[in-house]
């Protein structure tokens, strides 16, 4: 079903390819989706979560294999949590959102990056966000994350340095939206 269009503004109707489907953004305003901080802050405790997962569970179960002391810090399990960890680390904090706009975390809690028109970044935006981005949060110890707390419009330093946005908000086809 075709969706008539009312207003002038409806025109600026932009369309990205996602994967086999087209996607069509219409009337994108990233302040009327923006994300409370508490969302924000949920779905970077469940990626941190998940990041500690893998070395708590291979220390215990080095303890339940009888290492103690420097033995269990010094396990070859110890190595293998550690190295899972990286590896999650890695595919949850840059190839995941890359590839979809979300991480672990942003995904159980419904958020989504997206940039400033409503659509995907491209790839090298969301690889410099990911990379550069969190560390320069990482140098200024965190200090890039204030402006999610103190403004309104809830963008972190990388969001306002790369153009993007984190958005509480589904996609609907175009015949759904809310006039």
């Given at each position: 079903m075709?969706?008539?269009l009312k207003?002038?503004k409806d025109?600026?109707?932009?369309?990205?390819t996602?994967?086999?489907?087209?996607?069509?953004v219409v009337r994108?305003?990233p302040?009327?989706v923006?994300t409370?901080?508490?969302?924000?802050?949920?779905?970077?405790?469940?990626?941190?979560?998940f990041?500690v997962?893998f070395?708590?569970?291979?220390l215990?179960?080095s303890r339940?294999?009888g290492?103690?002391?420097a033995a269990?810090i010094?396990?070859?399990l110890?190595?293998?949590g550690w190295?899972?960890?990286i590896?999650?680390?890695?595919?949850?904090?840059?190839?995941l959102?890359?590839?979809?706009?979300?991480t672990l975390?942003?995904?159980?809690?419904g958020?989504?990056?997206?940039g400033?028109?409503g659509?995907?970044?491209s790839?090298?935006?969301m690889?410099?966000r990911?990379?550069?981005?969190y560390?320069?949060?990482?140098l200024?110890?965190g200090?890039?994350l204030?402006p999610?707390?103190?403004s309104?419009?809830?963008r972190?330093?990388?969001?306002?340095?790369?153009?993007?946005?984190?958005?509480f908000?589904s996609?609907?086809?175009?015949?759904q939206?809310?006039?």
């Amino acid at each position: 079903m075709a969706t008539k269009l009312k207003e002038p503004k409806d025109t600026k109707i932009k369309t990205e390819t996602a994967g086999p489907q087209m996607v069509r953004v219409v009337r994108f305003e990233p302040e009327e989706v923006v994300t409370p901080f508490f969302l924000r802050f949920g779905a970077a405790a469940i990626d941190y979560l998940f990041l500690v997962l893998f070395p708590a569970m291979f220390l215990v179960i080095s303890r339940m294999m009888g290492n103690d002391g420097a033995a269990l810090i010094n396990s070859e399990l110890n190595n293998v949590g550690w190295l899972l960890s990286i590896l999650f680390a890695l595919s949850n904090l840059i190839v995941l959102p890359i590839l979809t706009g979300r991480t672990l975390g942003k995904f159980l809690t419904g958020l989504e990056i997206v940039g400033s028109d409503g659509r995907h970044p491209s790839i090298v935006k969301m690889l410099l966000r990911q990379t550069l981005g969190y560390l320069t949060v990482i140098l200024s110890a965190g200090l890039g994350l204030l402006p999610v707390a103190f403004s309104r419009k809830g963008r972190a330093l990388h969001d306002y340095i790369f153009g993007t946005f984190v958005v509480f908000a589904s996609r609907k086809p175009v015949g759904q939206t809310n006039d």
